[in-house]
């Protein structure tokens, strides 16, 4: 029988940052608890832990004018946003919910509208399809530096 994970979206984003940190979160290695940029995250979604949702495995921020609506510090990954919140609306179409998503960027208020077409629906699944591959795997991807590292709660993990 394959390997066989129901993804969270901190699945999903990780599958955009960065796959070896992906693969150690899966297997409940987890290095953020002394993360100074986790514990600012934490603090912006404070005033949202009221609203937030549980649906399933996942955790939405809240929900606004019926859209879902996830706030992120910065744009630094905006791609793993994006598809967090597409994974958001995937759930909720399964459900039989049909809504579309708002990105905020705290920095600047940015917002960013997020659609899940049925191109973006393939490529969602397509996904998951690899971070079930990549989690069913014995050992964790080799290292390999990318620009999320230097910021990263693994970075010390991995490098050191």
Not at 17 to 36: A, G, P, Q
Not at 102 to 128: A, F, G, P, S
């Amino acid at each position: 029988m394959a390997f066989r994970i129901k993804p969270t979206a901190t699945h999903i984003n990780y599958y955009f940052t960065c796959k070896r940190k992906l693969w150690l979160f899966n297997k409940n290695i987890n290095c953020e608890h002394d993360s100074d940029l986790v514990k600012v995250g934490k603090f912006y979604h404070k005033k949202y832990e009221k609203d937030s949702i549980n649906i399933d495995n996942i955790k939405i921020d809240k929900l606004r004018n019926g859209k879902v609506f996830e706030l992120k510090k910065k744009k630094t990954a905006p791609e793993a946003a994006k598809f967090q919140v597409l994974y958001y609306l995937y759930v909720l179409k399964n459900h039989g919910i049909i809504t579309s998503g708002i990105i905020k960027y705290k920095e600047n208020n940015r917002l960013q509208k997020v659609e899940l077409t049925k191109d973006k629906q393939k490529e969602l699944k397509e996904v998951i399809k690899k971070i079930n591959l990549l989690c069913g795997k014995k050992k964790p991807p080799g290292l390999k530096r990318n620009r999320f590292c230097k910021r990263c709660s693994y970075f010390d993990f991995c490098f050191s």
